[in-house]
């Protein structure tokens, strides 16, 4: 049960990754990553989701999309909207911290998990910019 827990958060703490990945973002060129987010590419996003991540990036989805058909990379992209690792991984930790602090109040997790999912959700964090932005 608590495995279930702390998947269903982890995927639910990065809703821009899920989407980034439900959009074929993320991953370059790969599958939707190592969690799948299949719930994302079934068009379970929301669309507050959407216009966040839109917003961050500067574009809309469908121009991501269409860049990223002409061969450029998540980074790529980013980089020439002005946005470099540093304010993406604030982004990612930012939305990821808000939905943790909703579990915690919410009494969904104890400190042991609370502190286990922070630390899975940075390692993902930190494993997606690495895609995106290289090593």
Do not use: P
Not at 6 to 20: H, K, P, T
Not at 34 to 45: P, T
């Amino acid at each position: 049960m608590k495995t279930v827990l702390y998947v269903a958060l982890g995927l639910g703490m990065l809703g821009f990754a899920g989407l980034a990945s439900a959009h074929g973002l993320e991953g370059e060129g790969k599958a939707s990553g190592k969690f799948g987010f299949g719930i994302f590419n079934k068009g379970c996003a929301h669309s507050e989701e959407i216009s966040e991540f839109e917003t961050f990036v500067g574009l809309s989805v469908a121009e991501i999309r269409e860049q990223k058909k002409d061969g450029k990379t998540m980074g790529e992209i980013l980089e020439d909207q002005g946005k470099d690792r540093g304010e993406t991984e604030a982004f990612l930790e930012a939305r990821a911290e808000t939905k943790i602090e909703a579990a915690v109040e919410r009494k969904d997790l104890n400190d042991e998990q609370e502190d286990n999912l922070r630390d899975r959700i940075y390692n993902f964090i930190q494993k997606l910019l690495d895609r995106w932005f290289g090593n």
